[in-house]
């Protein structure tokens, strides 16, 4: 036992790279020291999420070539890992599934020096699992050539030329606030935080958060929210006047009491011109980030929302100003970078978009419809495409 508690002490202190030897298949072709890749993981120590269904982890993994070849990730493993070191469950994909497997993230070629980022694929597990840790292996194959990328093809699994093993240390998370839905009528949840939407999931250091100088991903659990009617529709008749959407000009209240952190409140909103979204003319520094109007609300513990895209003009409240859950604090609009009118809405550990990092936010007291039928919820996690209206 002690040896075992000693070895995860190892482990988790190091939480780093480690490059691993190549398969025994393919004698001599391992990884030199100076062949390395650097796997960093974001953040750090991932937040599990837990509800009856499943555990839910929100995290990404970037990857570096540091290596002087063209690298082809070939293969993830996930491992889940008890306190005697010893694996609850593995999961992996590879090029070789006959569905998209690996395939589903994306490029997976990486010339030196350059940068992958992935989000979690491995982003459910069961809710009975234990979590010690995850140890997550990448499987590299060397592309240099067209000759080398037209074997990659034909290599089983066990066949590669670098591995890398890396170490995550997870913490579940508590939430301290069941706040109330922003909206009232039936909503859909359009974006949510798992695998599939691009929104709350860009990767780190795309173009778009470089020109933001954004240094963390505040809308990792964030949600965007639409009003529907019985059928579920979003908008009546022609889906590019911005007045014909369920949601535009709905009021927008408070998810919990706080102290308003930060308004916006002046930038004008989105039209569309025929078929495309037409941004209004204004000065380059009167929106830079593309955030368009919206209300931050400090709520104590650090825990701040975000309420954005609303529409010019309707925000209620001021800076220091203190709110109470459901109070009216504006209404959405059409403002900022958006394709359609919704509301974004984000809980982050600070004020700041551009820095703060983002937090989960567990929901009270509404109804989860199921067709005709609803449950009413105490207190929950949403997923994107529930459909949810604030209890009655």
Same mark, same amino acid.
């Given at each position: 036992?002690?040896?075992?508690?000693?070895?995860?002490?190892?482990?988790?202190?190091?939480?780093?790279?480690?490059?691993?030897?190549?398969?025994?298949?393919?004698?001599?072709?391992?990884?030199?020291? $100076?062949?390395?890749?650097?796997?960093?993981?974001?953040?750090?120590?991932?937040?599990?999420?837990?509800?009856?269904?499943?555990?839910?982890?929100?995290?990404?993994?970037? #990857?570096?070539?540091?290596?002087?070849?063209?690298?082809?990730l070939a293969t993830i493993e996930s491992s889940v890992m008890d306190a005697s070191v010893?694996?609850?469950?593995?999961?992996?994909?590879?090029?070789?599934?006959?569905? $998209? +497997?690996?395939?589903? #993230? +994306?490029? *997976? *070629?990486?010339?030196?020096?350059?940068?992958?980022?992935?989000?979690?694929?491995?982003?459910?597990? $069961?809710?009975?699992?234990?979590? *010690?840790?995850?140890?997550?292996?990448?499987?590299?194959?060397?592309?240099?050539?067209?000759?080398?990328?037209?074997?990659?093809?034909?290599?089983?699994?066990?066949?590669?030329?670098?591995?890398?093993?890396?170490?995550?240390?997870?913490?579940?998370?508590?939430?301290?606030?069941?706040?109330?839905?922003?909206?009232?009528?039936?909503?859909?949840?359009?974006?949510?935080?798992?695998?599939?939407?691009?929104?709350?999931?860009?990767?780190?250091?795309?173009?778009?958060?470089?020109?933001?100088?954004?240094?963390?991903?505040?809308?990792?659990?964030?949600?965007?929210?639409?009003?529907?009617?019985?059928?579920?529709?979003?908008?009546?008749?022609?889906?590019?006047?911005?007045?014909?959407?369920?949601?535009?000009?709905?009021?927008?209240? $408070?998810?919990?009491?706080?102290?308003?952190?930060?308004?916006?409140?002046?930038?004008?909103?989105?039209?569309?011109?025929?078929?495309?979204?037409?941004?209004?003319?204004?000065?380059?520094?009167?929106?830079?980030?593309?955030?368009?109007?919206?209300?931050? #609300?400090?709520?104590?513990?650090?825990?701040?929302?975000?309420?954005?895209?609303?529409?010019?003009?309707?925000?209620?409240?001021?800076?220091?100003?203190?709110?109470?859950?459901g109070q009216p604090v504006g209404k959405v609009g059409f403002s900022g970078n958006a394709t359609y009118p919704h509301?974004?809405?984000?809980?982050?550990?600070?004020?700041?978009?551009?820095?703060?990092?983002?937090?989960?936010?567990?929901?009270?007291?509404?109804?989860?419809?199921? +067709?005709?039928?609803?449950?009413?919820?105490?207190?929950?996690?949403?997923?994107?495409?529930?459909?949810?209206?604030?209890?009655?």
């Amino acid at each position: 036992m002690i040896k075992s508690i000693s070895l995860i002490c190892m482990l988790l202190a190091a939480g780093a790279s480690a490059p691993v030897k190549a398969s025994p298949i393919r004698p001599g072709r391992h990884a030199k020291p $100076a062949d390395a890749v650097s796997i960093a993981i974001t953040p750090s120590n991932p937040l599990i999420e837990k509800d009856a269904q499943g555990q839910y982890l929100n995290f990404d993994i970037i #990857i570096k070539n540091t290596t002087k070849h063209v690298l082809t990730l070939a293969t993830i493993e996930s491992s889940v890992m008890d306190a005697s070191v010893k694996p609850i469950s593995r999961q992996s994909m590879n090029v070789n599934s006959q569905a $998209a +497997g690996i395939r589903a #993230i +994306g490029n *997976t *070629t990486l010339k030196p020096g350059e940068t992958l980022d992935i989000f979690n694929p491995f982003y459910t597990l $069961a809710p009975n699992v234990s979590i *010690t840790f995850l140890q997550y292996e990448f499987f590299f194959d060397y592309a240099d050539s067209p000759q080398q990328r037209e074997n990659n093809k034909k290599r089983l699994p066990a066949d590669f030329d670098l591995s890398v093993k890396k170490i995550i240390t997870p913490r579940i998370f508590k939430p301290q606030i069941a706040f109330n839905l922003p909206l009232a009528g039936k909503l859909i949840v359009l974006d949510g935080h798992n695998f599939y939407p691009g929104q709350n999931n860009g990767p780190m250091g795309t173009a778009q958060q470089v020109e933001k100088v954004a240094t963390s991903k505040a809308n990792r659990y964030a949600y965007n929210f639409a009003v529907v009617d019985e059928n579920g529709n979003m908008y009546a008749k022609d889906p590019f006047k911005k007045e014909n959407w369920y949601v535009f000009g709905k009021t927008v209240y $408070a998810p919990s009491g706080g102290i308003i952190a930060d308004v916006k409140d002046q930038v004008p909103d989105n039209s569309y011109e025929g078929r495309n979204v037409k941004p209004p003319v204004m000065p380059p520094d009167a929106d830079p980030y593309g955030m368009g109007n919206y209300v931050v #609300i400090d709520h104590g513990n650090g825990q701040f929302s975000l309420l954005q895209h609303l529409e010019q003009g309707s925000i209620t409240v001021r800076i220091g100003e203190s709110v109470k859950g459901g109070q009216p604090v504006g209404k959405v609009g059409f403002s900022g970078n958006a394709t359609y009118p919704h509301l974004h809405i984000a809980m982050m550990n600070g004020a700041n978009e551009l820095t703060a990092a983002g937090l989960p936010a567990y929901f009270g007291n509404y109804r989860l419809y199921q +067709g005709k039928s609803f449950v009413n919820v105490t207190e929950g996690r949403l997923d994107i495409g529930n459909i949810v209206e604030a209890g009655k």
